[in-house]
């Protein structure tokens, strides 16, 4: 019996540990988008078709994000702000618009791409590039945080569970 406690103990702090590689995958993706260099980004220029606030599904979430749909492109680029607060962005580009958007081009099962890193009308920069880095730094704060403290506590659940049960049989 003692055994089979010990197994499963070691398994789970195992199991622990290995979830903490999800977490510094996240700071993973976070520090690539740091990296990021407009002139790498896919550019397209175009008039402005619709644009507004939309629910963006993905997976089983759904988020309120402004899209924009540009004719010519055949995928919806959108931005989502943890504040929600898309007024500035509906008043600054307008149907008819021509715009010059960057994103990162992939394919997605959501219906909006919100990959959008910069937008740009009339020469003037509406959206800059800085906003999405900033958005995917919490990436890298919430990944390391909780990378770092799935380690301690798969260590500190380790010692706990299996290691002091392997001291106590010894006396």
Known sequence: MWLRTRTKFT???IIIFLTS???FFLA???FSHQLLDIKTLDRFSGRVIERGVADRKSHKNT???FYVTIEGLSETLGIYRMEKDYSGLIDKIQPGDTITVYFLGKVIDENINIDLVQIEKDGQVIVHG???KKKHLSLIYAGLICGLFSVGFSI???N???GRRSTSTKN
């Open 11 to 13: 398994i789970y702090s």
């Open 21 to 23: 590689g999800i977490y």
């Open 28 to 30: 993973y993706i976070g």
């Open 63 to 65: 988020s309120s994000v």
């Open 130 to 132: 800085s906003e999405f």
């Open 156 to 158: 500190w659940y380790y």
């Open 160 to 162: 706990k569970h299996v």
